[in-house]
T-cell receptor, first 113, second 111 residues
């Protein structure tokens, strides 16, 4: 079955610390992978996407993610977290035609000063 | 540049009442979607449309209907609201091959 797993429901980090949010997927075909961020009361905003090519992709707000086919993972990273990064983060996977986009259940990030 | 606009932002309904949520996009996108977001469940696709006059069922379509009479608008209707439909509803749109653009959501409570 096709699925996306975000194992961490809630993560707390100190401002300035590094961050890694985990995403594992199960998908039968070539996956197209996305990370979205949702601030309170807002819709989802695309952070970055992976379709093909370089497995390390850069996104907005200083985020990056690495596609590892052998591990079926697409983890999101940031070297130094800012208080404004506190939000909920969603990983998603789908075909090129994203009508069948599958979302993970999200990871809520809390940042302490 | 408004992007994707959802109205209303909040709504409270009593069980059995009906309502329509409106989604409007000004980006000339072909595809439009309605999702619901529930705690611990991520986003689930309700219905979607790949063009004016067309609609299709998503993962959780029961209890909802949709219409796409104009390219820029996508309506989500609840004919007889149930408490299980208490959720946050998101509209999204895109062009073929591009990622989704989301609205800011509608919080619906059914009592």
């Amino acid at each position: 079955a096709q699925s996306v797993t975000q194992p961490d429901i809630h993560i707390t980090v100190s401002e300035g610390a590094s961050l890694e949010l985990r995403c594992n997927y199960s998908y039968g075909a070539t996956p197209y992978l996305f990370w979205y961020v949702q601030s309170p009361g807002q819709g989802l905003q695309l952070l970055l996407k992976y379709f093909s090519g370089d497995t390390l992709v850069q996104g907005i707000k200083g985020f990056e993610a690495e596609f590892k086919r052998s591990q079926s993972s697409f983890n999101l990273r940031k070297p130094s977290v800012h208080w404004s990064d506190a939000a909920e983060y969603f990983c998603a996977v789908g075909p090129y035609n994203t009508d069948k986009l599958i979302f993970g259940t999200g990871t809520r990030l809390q940042v302490f000063p | 540049n408004a992007g994707v606009t959802q109205t209303p932002k909040f709504r409270v309904l009593k069980t059995g009442q009906s309502m329509t949520l409106l989604c409007a996009q000004d980006m000339n996108h072909e595809y439009m979607y309605w999702y619901r977001q529930d705690p611990g469940m991520g986003l689930r696709l309700i219905h979607y449309s790949v063009g004016e006059g067309t609609t299709a069922k998503g993962e959780v379509p029961d209890g909802y209907n949709v219409s796409r009479l104009k390219k820029q608008n996508f309506l989500l209707g609840l004919e007889s609201a149930a408490p299980s439909q208490t959720s946050v509803y998101f509209c999204a749109s895109r062009t073929p091959g591009s990622p989704l653009h989301f609205g800011n959501g509608t919080r619906l409570t059914v009592t």
